[in-house]
Nanobody
């Protein structure tokens, strides 16, 4: 069983930055592709970013390209999401997820494990 715990969320003003972390336990972290998704009230869960097992490949949702960066440290069993130039429309609960699928995984249905989420609120 894989446990994923997100942290780093909070309330920030537009234009500011946050870094989310997702710590994994109960597994060999490096065998999983990882992703970040978000869900705002009344909306479907949205793909944000994904990274391959090794960290050599990444992909981003159109709404965050150029502002967010996903990375991972397999020695620390942790994946990160650096979020810069935050906008009010980035407000959502952010979830990390782990997938046994090889490559960059961008669809929710291909993820096997999910964290509980961390709230990010961007407001002046």
């Amino acid at each position: 069983q894989v446990q994923l715990v997100e942290s780093g969320g909070g309330l920030v003003q537009p234009g500011e930055s946050l870094r989310l972390s997702c710590a994994a336990s109960g597994t060999i972290f490096r065998i999983y592709a990882m992703g970040w998704f978000r869900q705002a009230p009344g909306k479907e869960r949205e793909f944000v970013a994904a990274i391959t097992r090794s960290g050599g490949g990444t992909n981003y949702g159109d709404s965050v390209k150029g502002r967010f960066t996903i990375s991972r440290d397999n020695a620390k069993n942790t994946v990160y999401l650096q979020m810069n130039s935050l906008k009010p429309e980035d407000t959502a609960v952010y979830y990390c997820a782990a997938s046994k699928t090889y490559g960059v995984v961008i669809t929710t249905g291909r993820y096997d494990y999910w964290g509980q989420g961390t709230q990010v609120t961007v407001s002046s």
